[in-house]
């Protein structure tokens, strides 16, 4: 079962076991992770799931779609390494995967 580290922007860590195949944002849910509010229920429609993703974790999440990076641009604390947590899919490879929470979403 893979571990997700989530940290909030006052620096309290969550760690989390996840299920392969869910989302990112779908494990914060299930786990009461404060700071992910999935106001769209996944569908990439809000922003409300947004992450910063620890940088030597980039190349193994990968790249926002094009939908993605439309709603990210909405997003005025977007950082390069941002992405929406309900559009990141769980596997083995995201093991031990680090996200940060911003504070505009508390």
């Given at each position: ?36 509010d999935a106001d769209c229920g996944g569908e990439c429609s809000c922003a409300t ?58």
């Amino acid at each position: 079962m893979p571990k997700i580290k989530f940290i909030e922007h006052n620096g309290i860590e969550h760690i989390i076991d996840a299920i392969n195949g869910d989302s990112i944002m779908q494990s914060a849910i299930n786990n009461l992770v404060p700071g992910i509010d999935a106001d769209c229920g996944g569908e990439c429609s809000c922003a409300t799931c947004h992450v910063i993703v620890d940088s030597i974790w980039i190349d193994k999440v990968g790249i926002p779609s094009n939908t993605e990076d439309s709603m990210l641009a909405l997003n005025p604390d977007r950082e390069p390494n941002s992405r929406l947590s309900c559009q990141i899919e769980i596997s083995d490879k995201l093991d031990g995967v680090v996200v940060n929470l911003p504070e505009f979403q508390y």
